[in-house]
């Protein structure tokens, strides 16, 4: 089964990234999580990621780092893929949710 929308009780069609975004806007805004495009340096098992910080040092994260979902598991994006990932600034976690083209 599909994620269900709040308001309409509908499900939210397209990719996890699609949905995620679509529950986000159905359930209000969160300033303090972020959506961002990282570039995948080390492939599965031990996937490393860079995330683009816009200052002068990258922010590299190690497998240690993240939560990687099932869809991305499957997928096992090679070094050089770009993923999506949601960060929680207040815990510092990084959920790896889906593949980017």
Do not use: C
Not at 17 to 43: C, W, Y
């Amino acid at each position: 089964m599909g994620v269900m929308g709040k308001k309409s009780g509908l499900p939210v069609e397209g990719s996890p990234a699609s949905q995620m975004v679509a529950l986000m806007s159905n359930f209000g805004h969160n300033k303090d999580v972020t959506i961002e495009v990282a570039r995948v340096t080390a492939p599965l098992p031990d996937m490393k990621i860079v995330l683009q910080t816009g200052e002068d040092d990258d922010l590299e994260l190690d497998r240690d780092d993240m939560v990687i979902s099932g869809t991305v598991l499957k997928a096992n994006p090679p070094a050089g893929a770009y993923v999506i990932v949601i960060g929680d600034d207040d815990t510092d976690e990084f959920f790896v949710m889906d593949t980017a083209n």
